[in-house]
């Protein structure tokens, strides 16, 4: 372990994580290609992660939503999620969790906060603008539920292609990433943006985590090689 970014952690009053796919790397989450599987094996994943596809056809959506959400609710999260989680129970306030990820699993490890840039598939929000009479709880159940008065659909609350990020979420983690002393960029290629535009904004030291060179190595202060899994536990230990 580099004793140089341990150092950087412990003097840190406020540290920013930007986490990505790899993240999740060993808790097996399922990527988009392992979710075609079997009867889905023929939809392109790009064709489904679409308002106008959901329009389209609700119930085929809906029902590739609900086997991912079966898959993603048979892993765990792992020992680098349980670090982030850990410490932010040890030091409260101290940490702000921005993920890519849409697997709930630094919520699910117990991270206070995260700042969901993708959204988060265990959750559900309306299609359009919600009326008076939508209430979530008493949707009538259905592929998808919907509101049994005006007929509004729920739908996974993820960012679809095409949408915006959640504008306030990308506001706090702009902030977040702009006043932090210390940024973790861990399991992401930097080649999405805003991930990649939130580190290169950090105000403090910039710290990769990544088994594979990125595309924000250039930018960082150091360069950690391993997953976050392997490496966090040790990191971030007082
Ligand atoms: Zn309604």
Request: glycine share 8%; with cysteine.
């Amino acid at each position: 372990m580099n004793e140089q970014v341990r150092d950087w952690v412990r003097a840190a009053r406020h540290i920013a994580v930007l986490t990505g796919a790899g993240m999740s790397a060993e808790s097996g989450v399922p990527t988009f290609r392992d979710a075609q599987t079997g009867l889905w094996a023929k939809f392109d994943p790009h064709q489904l992660a679409t308002e106008n596809a959901f329009r389209a056809n609700p119930s085929m959506v809906w029902d590739w939503y609900a086997f991912r959400r079966e898959m993603i609710a048979k892993v765990d999260s792992n020992a680098g999620h349980r670090a982030l989680a850990d410490f932010a129970r040890r030091h409260p306030g101290r940490m702000t969790l921005i993920t890519q990820n849409v697997d709930g699993l630094h919520q699910r490890a117990g991270s206070p906060g995260v700042l969901g840039l993708h959204g988060n598939i265990s959750q559900d929000k309306w299609l359009d603008t919600p009326h008076a009479c939508c209430n979530a709880d008493a949707a009538v159940p259905g592929s998808p539920p919907h509101c049994g008065v005006c007929g509004n659909m729920l739908r996974p609350d993820v960012v679809w292609f095409g949408e915006a990020l959640p504008l306030q979420t990308l506001t706090l983690a702009e902030n977040a990433a702009s006043s932090c002393d210390l940024m973790l960029v861990v399991g992401t290629s930097g080649v999405v943006y805003p991930a990649a535009g939130l580190a290169r904004m950090a105000a403090g030291k910039v710290v990769v985590v990544n088994p594979h060179p990125s595309d924000l190595d250039d930018a960082a202060d150091a360069v950690l090689s391993g997953t976050a899994a392997q490496l966090l536990p040790q990191l971030l230990e007082d």
